[in-house]
């Protein structure tokens, strides 16, 4: 699958982020997440240290070294699940928690997730995160769902309405490619080694972003896939596990149905029983 032109995208450039975490905090308070322990990574100004069931959208900081000035600068990104056209965690999921929305996104169900983490092992991103039983083990999963409910409604997502310098933008898939690369122009004489990410990847992912150095550099893959041991579930497991789970369904209908009947029409159960019974005791 594709990237559509008129699809909904968020346009994010890196060269305006000042790294504040408004986006981050937007995001908890809209989704009503909780605050997490502090949890900083050593060196930096990120925190926490990774995403997580409660931490759906990160601030990333990664420090650079530039030989040629004997400077360091932070390389700051904003992480949170891709909205991959092409998604594999779209194609493997065996209940329907996540499926494409009609504005292109990755839309999320969370109340069909069983915790089957096929979706994690799938994505090349490494977005899918878990909340843990202690026990069941692995529970449901979470991630950004580009704020469907405000999508559907008209609205712009969270992260983009309270962003201050405007480094998030809310257009058509269409226009944040064209704005991207107008825009890699712009700063090239002050980042020699900016780029677009997103577009040509996973069919076109619905944030495309304005990298001021090569996608390696901020933790991104290059070129990034899904394995095949994943085409091989998503094209034969996934089929399989829903006509068993019909099965299973059906089966648990049926010994329902039997088991009910047996307890309501067998033996001394039965009406003419009953009454034959009553009266011996007459």
Not at 38 to 49: E, I, L, R, S
Not at 80 to 103: N, R
Not at 147 to 161: F, L, R, S
Request: aromatic share 10%; with cysteine; hydrophobic share 30%.
């Amino acid at each position: 699958m594709m990237a559509q032109k008129t699809d909904k995208a968020i346009l994010v450039d890196t060269s305006l982020c000042t790294g504040c975490k408004a986006c981050q905090l937007a995001c908890k308070e809209w989704h009503n997440l909780p605050a997490m322990e502090f949890d900083k990574v050593p060196g930096t100004y990120q925190n926490p240290a990774d995403r997580s069931f409660n931490t759906l959208t990160l601030m990333r900081f990664d420090e650079k070294y530039d030989r040629k000035t004997n400077t360091f600068e932070w390389l700051i990104r904003k992480d949170q699940c891709m909205h991959c056209s092409d998604a594999p965690c779209v194609a493997i999921c065996s209940t329907g928690a996540l499926y494409q929305h009609k504005e292109g996104f990755v839309a999320f169900d969370q109340e069909s997730c069983i915790g089957c983490g096929y979706c994690a092992k799938a994505c090349p991103f490494d977005i899918p995160r878990y909340q843990y039983d202690s026990f069941t083990g692995r529970d449901k999963m979470n991630k950004c769902n580009f704020c469907q409910d405000k999508i559907t409604n008209g609205e712009q997502p969270a992260c983009v309405q309270t962003c201050p310098t405007n480094a998030l933008e809310l257009m058509s898939w269409d226009e944040a490619v064209k704005q991207a690369y107008k825009r890699v122009e712009q700063i090239k004489d002050r980042f020699p080694n900016a780029n677009v990410y997103g577009d040509k990847i996973m069919g076109g992912t619905h944030y495309i972003y304005v990298l001021t150095e090569k996608p390696e550099e901020y933790g991104l893959p290059t070129n990034p896939k899904t394995n095949e041991l994943v085409e091989f579930r998503s094209g034969v497991i996934k089929p399989v596990t829903e006509v068993l789970m019909g099965a299973a369904g059906i089966g648990f209908l049926a010994n329902f149905i039997v088991s009910s009947t047996a307890f309501n029409f067998n033996g001394k159960d039965e009406p003419e029983d009953l009454l034959k019974e009553e009266k011996k005791h007459e």
